[in-house]
């Protein structure tokens, strides 16, 4: 099953994720998380307070220019460790290493030296920007925020030019308002926004999910583009074992808030361990059969 899955992935994307680039790279982390645990309150009122263990002592590294994927259905807690290591919200207990300092207990001020190196594509893009702005705006926006929109308004507009180009949409749309953009093209205005601030790390929470196939490939080609310009590292965050396969270097599989399986992408897909990995490779053969209509592989 794991070679047929394998086989039906977009032909168009490379075999060897990243290519060269990934097999130069020093090894050394620029992530690493250790016993990342997070609850939730739920209740209230008139309802009795029930804390829920939304993660349990997660561990995981992620070595410079590396991709590393947490899958898992629904609720099984990868969107939660993605929020804590982007900081978005505060773990209850663990660390957080980011090129060795431990960001998981900073202040909202300690953490905005870290805050440019770390930037988060969410699923929906519309979403994370706002919907009156112009694609212009909406790239320059963290700029202003981090106060790094310097230079003058012509050298902003070609900066943010250059981004659009570099993401594959024309610089000429740039004053176009966000709602005149398709999911694919906002999903592209969202990677310019984030490679605005060059990060280190891009943390996509179910970046690709909810756009059409042939979108998808074409967007996961372009963060594998951007990975090898940049050095980028990914934490990538998703349901769809399919998906993540040929674009993760080490895959974790979560389930009931815990990571029940890790291992390099081609040893999780051949071989799988645990239930949870067994039942995710099975749903991928609807996906992998979808790839195999566009992209004309065997089924």
């Not at 749903?283 to 059969?289: H, R, V």
Request: hydrophobic content about 45%; aromatic content about 4%; glycine content about 8%.
């Amino acid at each position: 099953m794991g070679s047929n899955l394998a086989t039906n992935l977009p032909a168009n994307l490379s075999n060897s994720p990243g290519g060269a680039f990934r097999g130069d790279l020093s090894g050394v982390n620029l992530l690493r998380v250790i016993g990342l645990s997070k609850q939730y309150v739920r209740g209230g009122l008139w309802k009795k307070r029930v804390q829920v263990a939304a993660v349990t002592s997660a561990h995981f590294e992620i070595a410079r220019g590396q991709t590393l994927a947490l899958v898992g259905v629904s609720g099984s807690g990868k969107s939660t460790v993605a929020r804590c290591v982007a900081r978005i919200e505060s773990p209850d207990a663990g660390q957080i290493l980011v090129q060795g300092t431990d960001i998981a207990r900073l202040s909202s001020r300690e953490l905005l030296p870290f805050r440019s190196g770390i930037q988060m594509v969410f699923q929906d893009a519309v979403m994370s920007m706002n919907p009156c702005f112009s694609a212009l705006e909406a790239i320059e926006e963290p700029l202003r925020i981090q106060r790094k929109a310097i230079g003058n308004r012509q050298e902003r507009r070609d900066r943010v030019g250059r981004l659009m180009i570099e993401v594959g949409l024309s610089p000429d749309w740039m004053d176009r308002p966000i709602s005149n953009f398709s999911g694919g093209q906002r999903q592209r205005l969202a990677l310019a926004r984030a490679l605005a601030l060059r990060p280190r790390l891009l943390v996509l929470d179910e970046a690709l999910t909810g756009l059409d196939v042939s979108t998808q490939a074409q967007i996961a080609n372009l963060l594998l583009d951007l990975q090898a310009a940049h050095q980028l590292t990914y934490l990538l965050i998703s349901h769809d074992l399919a998906l993540v396969a040929r674009m993760a270097n080490v895959i974790g599989v979560m389930a009931g808030g815990r990571i029940v399986e890790t291992g390099p992408a081609e040893q999780i897909v051949s071989n799988p361990m645990h239930a949870a990995t067994k039942q995710l490779l099975a749903s991928a053969k609807t996906t992998a059969a979808k790839f195999a209509a566009i992209t004309g592989a065997p089924s």
